[in-house]
């Protein structure tokens, strides 16, 4: 019953990062000795710390406020009952349906001052041009914001779920006790769903770490080259196709994947994230 | 979708208060109530404005798009138009792009569920050997993104000859962890374990089990699978960019990326300059990509909820 399961696991999550260890220890043009020099070819091209730069820069804006907005507006949300909730949630899911390729050519327009629908702002920031924005020093900020907007929404109406499994006897009592809305809200509603928003920051960090769609988008087609090799994917996948240098690629994936697999670790045996999911010891 | 098995305890097994206790909130009063309201409302507002242009957007010809008011409405015809105009890029292939991505998705969406339910079910009411490793490995596979596997994957595809074919990108993206978790924890969860023993007495073997009591009881979690694992590949867009080679084989997300890069519409320096894939055209195919997953977000949105904290149960 489990195995046709078990046959994607070992397909398509086991033996392709044995494969990549396997092929990340290879010869390749610039390192025709093979072995773990690959590792540290691919940690010193000139192009590691720019793009681990970047996307540490994109990582403090996205991560923080995605915490911040998502855990506040969640909270919000929960004061209103009735009627309008449901509205206001589905409004806060549209973004989710334009991710990848489309959140860019969204972006784009939103960004572009001659038709934007917020080119009044735009023009009043003294922004004329798509140039002005589509700079070097912004696109950290930029790419935070499509990936903010996409993810935030989504992300809210969890957490608004995740509020829903306080019980009402806590609150009453909190309230009886004098406690305001803002007293509540700051000090029993949010550390009740601490752990769930501990385990969206994993996660949302663990995505952020592998920022590829949007800066490539950009790069090969809408401002060429302005963000090329950007990310640490896109270099790994640089190293891939440009370069021809396999084992590079294979050893920067497997690197990013191993900060991934720490989170993924912390997130099962150091949280009661998954406490009764049958994981742990009994 | 409900279902009455789904009535009694939602997927993360917590019981969900319907509507708060009597409202008595006071918010500091009418001040902060407005304020509340202010931040809600212009957050909603500001979710929705992108769609909404996009949704315009094609109604208007280049130069409408450019000199009216980003709000207003051109005419429908302009739709017919722009999808006219997408037709004569390389002999129609977006039609192409969109026939794939229904096939490639409902392909995914099929053998990801199917897996999922089988697995989940094994994992939560037989007795199988190194439960507690496949389920520590299913949880790893699941907080990982995707995309970390994407080169490594394409390593692989390529060692065994499936590069630029339909099954390299319906393979890969129907290894679904976190549906089997969904699965596991609803079937451990929300039917009792009862059931299944009473089944088994009856001599019921394991597929009989699952095939006539857990399955008709599990509609709810049918739909919850295909939601997420329909709206992780319709969308999806460094996978199939990588594994696939020629353009009769991409889907829409891919093809997007092409026609970006074909046209002067984003960028004048792109392209052959008397191209007909202008603004509207290229507003018109991001629409393709993202209405259905909008209608299907919007039907589902209680499915989000559930889905995503379900690694949260109560023991």
Known sequence: ?282 | MTTSAMDPATISGRTVARGHAPKKRSVGGTVGRTGVWIVLLVYALVSIIPMIWLLIAPSKTAEQLNNQSPFSFGTFANYGEAWNHLLTFQNGVIVQWLVNSVLYTVAIVAIACITAVLAGYALAATAIPLKRSLLIITLVAMIIPPVALVLPLFIEISNVQLFDTPAAVILTSSFYPFGVFLAYIYFSTSIPKDIYEAARMDGAGEFATLWRIALPLSKGLFGMLAFFSFSASWVNYFLPYVLLGSAENFTLPVGLGVLFSSTPALNPGNGAQQSVIGRPEIALAGLLLAVPILIVFLLSSRLLVRGVLAGSVKS
């Open chain 1, 1 to 282: 019953m489990i195995a046709p399961y078990l046959v994607l696991l070992i397909a398509f999550g086991i033996v392709p990062v044995i494969v990549a260890a396997i092929t990340s220890l290879e010869p390749s043009v610039i390192n025709p000795g093979g072995g773990p020099l690959n590792y540290l070819q691919a940690l010193q091209d000139f192009r590691f710390l720019p793009a681990l730069g970047n996307v540490g820069v994109f990582l403090l804006l996205y991560v923080p406020s995605m915490l911040i907005v998502v855990a506040l507006m969640s909270l919000l949300l929960d004061t209103v009952q009735g009627r309008w909730n449901v509205p206001l949630r589905l409004a806060y899911i549209v973004p989710a349906s334009l991710t990848g390729a489309t959140a860019v050519l969204v972006w784009y327009f939103l960004l572009e001052p001659t038709l934007s629908p917020y080119k009044d702002v735009l023009h009043a920031l003294g922004i004329t041009q798509g140039g002005q924005i589509w700079r070097a020093p912004n696109l950290a900020w930029i790419f935070a914001l499509m990936a903010f907007f996409t993810g935030a929404g989504n992300w809210i109406v969890v957490q608004y779920g995740s509020l829903q499994s306080i019980s009402d006897d806590i609150l009453e009592a909190a309230r009886i006790d004098g406690a305001n809305a803002w007293q509540i809200g700051w000090r029993i509603k949010l550390p009740l769903i601490q752990k769930y928003i501990v385990y969206m920051g994993i996660l949302v960090f663990a995505a952020g770490l592998q920022v590829f769609v949007e800066p490539q988008l950009i790069s090969s087609s809408v401002y060429p080259g302005l963000a090329s090799n950007w990310s640490l994917n896109q270099l790994s996948y640089s190293f891939a196709f440009q370069s021809n240098n396999l084992g590079g690629a294979a050893a920067l994936s497997l690197m990013l994947l191993i900060v991934c697999l720490i989170g993924a670790v912390f997130v099962i045996f150091k949280t009661d994230f998954f406490e009764g999911a049958g994981v742990k010891e009994k």
